[in-house]
């Protein structure tokens, strides 16, 4: 069964302290995985998609990378408006659409 | 409009009630996707819908009736609804081929049941 787990849960960082969250996955065949920001009470916002292991993108203060079974997204020097839920998904090759998420990690910025 | 919107914002509704939400895409894309999103919880998958027809249905009860008239549109019928499916519901839509299905959502519909 495909699965999605994110680390930590919650995080707290001082502007400008560089850090990493961290998603573990398994799939059958993976198609995709998927890096989301999503703002209270808004609809997720696409991030990043990486698609094979030793990948990585980048935009702005945030890079996300991958390997067989994780992905990071590092964060370099957070701003306050770098606070927000990001959530990680996968696609296998199995499935039609059918992103599976994990619960997502909750980044709280301060200046 | 751009990206993918969708009507209303928020909505209160009683267990006896029908309604409907919207979900309209500007992207051109080819496949349109319902998911749900309660407090604590992963985002759960609803319905996949792919050129217009149905791919995927995620075990939804059937008091949730999704319609997709078109390439563009998605609809989903509420009807006697219970406390528990007060959540954030969310569209998104997708190009399906390689490399190019990466999802895009809406804003959601905040949904409470009464």
């Known amino acids: 069964e495909d699965q999605v787990t994110q680390s930590p849960e919650a995080l707290r960082l001082q502007e400008g302290e560089s850090s990493s969250l961290n998603c573990s996955y398994t799939v059958s065949g993976l198609r995709g995985l998927f890096w989301y920001r999503q703002d209270p009470g808004k609809g997720p916002e696409f991030l990043f998609t990486l698609y094979s292991a030793g990948e990585e993108k980048e935009k702005e203060r945030l890079k996300a990378t991958l390997t067989k079974k994780e992905s990071f997204l590092h964060i370099t020097a957070p701003k306050p408006e770098d606070s927000a839920t990001y959530l990680c998904a996968v696609l296998g090759s199995g499935n039609t659409g059918k992103l599976i998420f994990g619960q997502g990690t909750t980044l709280q910025v301060k200046p | 409009e751009t990206g993918v919107t969708q009507t209303p914002r928020h909505l209160v509704m009683g267990m006896t009630n029908k309604k409907s939400l919207k979900c309209e895409q500007h992207?051109?894309?080819?496949?349109m996707y319902w998911y749900k999103q309660s407090a604590k919880k992963p985002l759960e998958l609803m319905f996949v819908y792919s050129l217009e027809e149905r791919v995927e249905n995620n075990s939804v009860p059937s008091r949730f009736s999704p319609e997709c008239p078109n390439s563009s549109h998605l609809f989903l019928h509420l009807h006697t609804l219970q406390p528990e499916d007060s959540a954030l519901y969310l569209c998104a839509s997708s190009q399906e081929g390689y490399r190019t299905d990466t999802q895009y959502f809406g804003p959601g519909t905040r949904l409470t049941v009464l």
């Open positions: 992207l051109g894309h080819n496949a």
